[in-house]
């Protein structure tokens, strides 16, 4: 990856995921302003990873759908709304539109991506969270992160991937220490692991 990316930061959106009763109707239609913008620009230039995107994306879709249909399912909410990657509402910005933000932005490789997935299943495993629309988002971004610094050789700092998020820098260094946190602080994924989950993934995208 390299860090002479030729997006400006200030282009970048602050507050992204940030509750929608805090914002004001104005906020909002920028807000989605913003959103159509990256869909237009998806639409308009080669993004790298886009089929592994989509195929995170959908897998991840399958499982918020899945969880949502549990019988338990509002319990299960109104006991996870005080956890720190939970939402008061669900992010207008989809789970494919927000990793193509990413990949736009930061240019993460196809192993970050898989190891962020794998990260996400250990720590829901881990900490029995279960994955809402609520806190895909946050979830998504914290795990990236983490994977980001993980794995690849130069990544930008907190404040650039921040703007990226669309949270605060305070906040993003939060979401990241909590991820860890739930992950007992161990982000090792052996080889045979990770393999099993590009084998699951890269199929997906030979069948598109």
């Known amino acids: ?15 992204w995921l940030e509750d929608e009763d805090t914002k004001s109707q104005t906020d909002k239609e920028k807000e989605k302003e913003k959103e159509n913008a990256i869909i237009n620009l998806q639409d308009n230039i ?8 989509n195929s995170i994306s959908n897998t991840l879709n399958t499982i918020l759908e899945k969880n949502k249909h549990l019988s338990n399912y509002k319990d299960i909410l109104k006991n996870q709304s005080k956890m720190y990657f939970s ?15 990413i990949q736009i932005y930061s240019g993460v490789e196809s192993s970050t991506l898989i190891l962020a997935l794998i990260l996400i299943d250990k720590m829901c495993k881990r900490s029995g969270i279960l994955l809402t629309y ?5 979830i998504l971004f914290s795990s990236l992160l983490i994977s980001i610094k993980y794995n690849e050789d130069s990544f930008f700092n907190n404040t650039f991937y921040s703007q ?13 220490y909590t991820f860890l946190e739930y992950n007992d602080f161990n982000v090792f994924v052996k080889d045979f692991e990770y393999t099993q989950y590009e084998k699951y993934l890269i199929p997906k995208i030979s069948d598109k």
Do not use: C
């Open 164 to 176: 990226i998020a669309g949270v605060k820098p305070e906040e993003l260094q939060l979401l990241e």
């Open 134 to 138: 609520f806190n895909i988002h946050r």
């Open 87 to 101: 939402s008061y509402t669900i992010p207008t910005i989809t789970i494919k539109e927000y990793l193509t933000r």
């Open 1 to 15: 990856m390299s860090e002479s990316s030729s997006f400006n930061s200030e282009e970048l959106s602050e507050e």
């Open 46 to 53: 080669e993004i790298e990873n886009l089929d592994l995107i």
